[in-house]
């Protein structure tokens, strides 16, 4: 068999050559300068959600992962106490209304009495008096009022809509004031943070349309940049006793670049997918239409 003339094989060698050197080259401006990073994460904002009254926890309204929207019932706190407190409360109320009506019908009494009957420091006693009783009443409404909101708050609602996560809680459990007992993963607040290396973020923006594929997720969700960060922790800076710099001394020729956080908000979820913060994603950013 005729092997190729050689002006054949040279333009066919060629030919592949440049070929190669083009898918080279191009394979190179992929990895090292288009803005795509496979360090993506899927973050969300998690609400821990405490009681404002202490108490005995005596129903647990949710289960694990459960979906609930802002307003349902979490748990609740035996609300028994706060009843009681509740009773005494509107009796104080009714009681200082009855002293201040009292002390008000003896000022004015004592006001429509002639300056001979009655002397003007026993009048001015008198509205003292019934000023005190006003005063003491309207303190008396406000207790009420508080008592009012703490037995509502023995009912723990949902702050936001969003998924319930690692429930640990029991009936049975005590609850105190401000420690939180269960935690609420906020399903309004889904985005993701992609790990930029620094020498790709001349070509990011805000605004700039983004490609987000999750690890093991076949369909791909879309979105678009809303912010850069603007600091990130210093490795080579340490803090020391006497408030001065510590730098460390040794230095490294071979530099990594750093990776800079970009925050990217989810426009579209496709159906049938569900996200739970700290997957992993692949970002790609893409220029503006």
Avoid at 77 to 101: C, G, T
Avoid at 152 to 165: D, S
Avoid at 167 to 191: I, N, Q, S
Avoid at 226 to 241: F, K, M, N, Q
Wanted: charged fraction near 20%; proline fraction near 4%.
């Amino acid at each position: 068999m005729q092997s190729a003339p050689l002006p054949v094989r040279v333009a066919i060698t060629t030919i592949v050559l440049l070929f190669a050197v083009f898918a080279g080259y191009h394979l190179w401006s992929y990895y090292m300068s288009e803005p795509w990073t496979r360090d993506g994460r899927v973050s969300a904002d998690v609400v821990e959600v405490a009681p404002d009254v202490s108490g005995l926890v005596v129903q647990v309204s949710v289960v694990d992962n459960q979906y609930v929207r802002a307003g349902d019932p979490l748990f609740t706190i035996d609300a028994e106490r706060f009843r009681l407190a509740l009773d005494e409360a509107a009796a104080n109320v009714e009681n200082r209304k009855a002293q201040m009506e009292q002390f008000e019908r003896d000022a004015a009494r004592k006001r429509g009495l002639r300056d001979d009957a009655v002397s003007a420091s026993a009048r001015e006693q008198a509205n003292t008096s019934a000023a005190a009783a006003a005063a003491a009443y309207r303190q008396a409404f406000a207790t009420l009022a508080v008592a009012k909101l703490d037995l509502e708050r023995t009912t723990v609602r949902a702050p936001v809509n969003g998924f319930v996560t690692n429930l640990k809680l029991r009936r049975g459990d005590y609850g105190h004031t401000g420690a939180p007992l269960l935690a609420l993963v906020d399903a309004d607040t889904f985005h993701i943070n992609g790990y930029f290396e620094e020498t790709k973020l001349p070509r990011i923006h805000d605004g700039n349309p983004v490609a987000i594929h999750l690890m093991g997720v076949g369909k791909a969700l879309t979105g678009h940049v809303v912010g850069i960060a603007s600091a990130i922790a210093d490795r080579e800076l340490a803090s020391s006793d006497n408030l001065l710099a510590n730098v460390n001394p040794t230095f490294s020729w071979v530099r990594l670049a750093q990776r800079i956080p970009v925050r990217i908000v989810i426009d579209k979820v496709p159906d049938g997918v569900r996200l739970a913060a700290g997957q992993t994603a692949t970002v790609t950013v893409q220029p503006k239409s």
